[in-house]
């Protein structure tokens, strides 16, 4: 086996990427790594951090690069906030944003300059904050919920958490585990609030917006993930919110979990039993959350069993 494989075999456990060292390790001198990325087979992803087969590479793995990110600045650097939560797979924040890392020490400083697509902090994380995801030293979810719910709005931390409860990375005792984590910082006041508000319930970012909207707009649903069933007890189908009394269900329309034909094809059957079954069924999606009054509007006419109600979204 020649060098240039032995990296290879080492990349594809690092999502494409290895480090200088270990392609030295390899075999591969540092002459050699150049020349592989001036003829475009490697490309560099940071300071001793390249993507291999990069000429035959569609895109960057986003992996990738927050690895060679954090490498670059040694065995001491974590990556944190927002990267930490995308490593996690917490929902809730925009994908492909800075990396955040944080270096402890002098060291900090001159990274800002020759790192700029990287967030360099300064957080004092202890070492039961830590553990390693895919290989990358990074916070806790606890230590990442936390630190985020103290930086972000009301929708995106709530997400977070909401995403975090579902997906069993956090329980709900850590929610008072986290007010403890939070109090007496910045931003704690309304990190507390966020965490009254959080509900494991919800499969998607989308879900919870979707959920705070109706909130917002006074009309509340009464239950998550609702089970309708006909009178033999046969599920006909399970919606993400619900007005029971109304018998009216909205569902939260991402791109991943409704694309495709044979999701298309699943829902619209399963939305043919509910509407038989006498529920209203409500879509909405990413772009309608971004109106404060359309979904309470939509909804509220909805359980009103269609008599005008007061107001309009606008337009």
């Given at each position: 086996m020649d060098a240039l494989?032995?990296?290879?075999?080492?990349?594809?456990?690092?999502?494409?990427?290895?480090?200088?060292?270990?392609a030295r390790a390899a075999g591969l001198t540092v002459h050699e790594v150049h020349r592989l990325c001036r003829a475009g087979r490697w490309r560099a992803l940071a300071r001793g951090g390249y993507l291999i087969d990069a000429?035959?590479?569609?895109?960057?793995p986003r992996r990738a690069r927050v690895r060679a990110a954090v490498e670059?600045?040694?065995?001491?650097?974590?990556?944190?906030?927002?990267?930490?939560a995308e490593l996690h797979l917490i929902g809730g924040l925009p994908r492909n944003g800075p990396i955040h890392v944080s270096v402890p020490g002098s060291r900090a400083r001159p990274a800002r300059a020759s790192h700029p697509d990287v967030l360099v902090h300064q957080l004092k994380i202890a070492p039961t904050d830590l553990r390693r995801v895919a290989g990358v030293m990074t916070t806790t979810p606890l230590r990442t919920v936390a630190d985020m719910v103290l930086r972000e709005?009301?929708?995106?931390?709530?997400?977070?958490?909401?995403?975090?409860?579902?997906?069993?990375l956090l329980s709900p005792s850590d929610l008072e585990r986290l007010r403890s984590?939070?109090?007496?910082?910045?931003?704690a006041v309304a990190a507390r609030r966020f965490l009254a508000e959080a509900n494991g319930l919800a499969q998607s970012p989308l879900e919870t917006r979707t959920r705070?909207?109706?909130?917002?707009?006074?009309?509340?649903?009464?239950?998550?993930?609702?089970?309708?069933?006909?009178a033999d007890g046969y599920l006909l189908g399970i919606g993400d919110l619900g007005w029971r009394a109304a018998r009216v269900i909205a569902e939260a329309d991402g791109r991943q979990a409704h694309s495709g034909p044979a999701a298309l094809l699943a829902d619209r059957r399963r939305q043919n039993r509910l509407v038989n079954a006498g529920w209203k069924v409500l879509r909405f999606?990413?772009?309608?959350?971004?109106?404060?009054?359309?979904?309470?509007w939509v909804v509220r006419q909805a359980i009103s069993d269609g008599r005008p109600s007061s107001g309009r979204p606008s337009p």
């Open positions: 494989e032995r990296a290879r075999r080492v990349a594809a456990r690092q999502d494409g990427m290895v480090t200088l060292a270990q000429d035959v590479c569609q895109f960057v670059s600045f040694g065995p001491a650097a974590v990556a944190v906030l927002g990267t930490a709005d009301r929708y995106a931390s709530v997400s977070l958490l909401d995403s975090a409860l579902n997906r069993q984590l939070v109090k007496g910082r910045r931003g705070l909207r109706c909130v917002d707009g006074g009309v509340p649903p009464d239950a998550l993930q609702v089970e309708v069933r006909d999606t990413w772009a309608d959350t971004l109106r404060p009054d359309y979904i309470p």
